[in-house]
């Protein structure tokens, strides 16, 4: 399993900034912890509002908004040890980034994303991300690449020229409110873009289909409790 980047009373604590840069990808949630799925278009607010709908959804932790489907998943717990991809710089190590910090600005991960540098190296040799990052550390240098994406099931470590990105997923926890770190200065992620995407993409999350019958957002139900 990949590491998890920080799990989901908001906390202050010094974290490296570049943590914010780190991403995943084929997730594997699974069908126990989807509480419930809610349609919501997507516009500039949109993960706010599936923020807010976690806080109201009894049994709701972690949320994942997904722009590209335009759809709110809710969730009992954090998926993120369940992700095949993980992306992120050299600096600081990967363990760093995920350390316990619950309920914290640094808890949203941005999830299925195009990669829009040029590749500079792709080995499918290399045992875990953690290797991976090692060898950006060492290598990136040499061959001109700021980002890894590490797949664990292909065993494939890619360096890219640089480490802009466009996400189609954000998830986080049901607090701090999304909106509120956003507007610090540090610590908060760089926001999902709606740009044209990168070369490189990888199979997005499937997220497994609720139990419950759909339901509205003007109407709160409750799942199976934690």
């Known amino acids: 399993a990949l590491p998890v980047l920080a799990s989901a009373a908001f906390i202050s604590r010094d974290i490296p900034d570049n943590c914010k840069y780190f991403t995943v990808g084929r997730c594997d949630p699974s069908k126990d912890e989807v509480i419930e799925t809610y349609d919501i278009p997507n516009t500039d607010d949109s ?8 806080q109201i959804q009894e049994g709701c932790n972690f949320f994942n908004y997904r722009k590209d489907e335009e759809k709110c998943y809710l969730f009992h717990y954090r998926y993120l040890d369940s992700c ?3 992306g992120g710089t050299a600096e ?24 829009s540098g040029d590749i500079k190296f792709n080995k499918t040799s290399v045992t875990d991300a953690h290797s991976c990052q090692s060898l950006l550390l060492t290598l990136g ?8 994406v590490y797949d664990s099931y292909a065993h494939d470590c890619v360096f890219y020229s640089e480490k802009e ?15 509120e770190c ?6 908060t992620l760089p926001p999902m873009t709606s ?21 509205t957002m003007g109407t709160t139900t409750s799942g199976p409790s934690a």
């Open 195 to 215: 740009t044209t995407p990168g070369p490189t993409t990888y199979p997005p999350t499937t997220y497994p289909p609720t139990t419950n019958q759909p339901t």
């Open 165 to 179: 990105t466009t996400c189609y997923g954000l998830s986080g926890p049901v607090y701090p409110d999304y909106d």
């Open 182 to 187: 956003l507007a610090q200065d540090t610590t």
């Open 47 to 54: 993960v706010s509002i599936c923020q807010q709908v976690c």
């Open 141 to 148: 240098q040499v061959y001109g690449a700021e980002y890894f």
């Open 84 to 86: 095949q991809v993980i």
């Open 92 to 115: 600081p190590d990967m363990d760093e980034c995920a350390q316990e910090i619950d309920n914290s600005c640094n808890s949203f991960v941005r999830e299925d994303c195009a990669y």
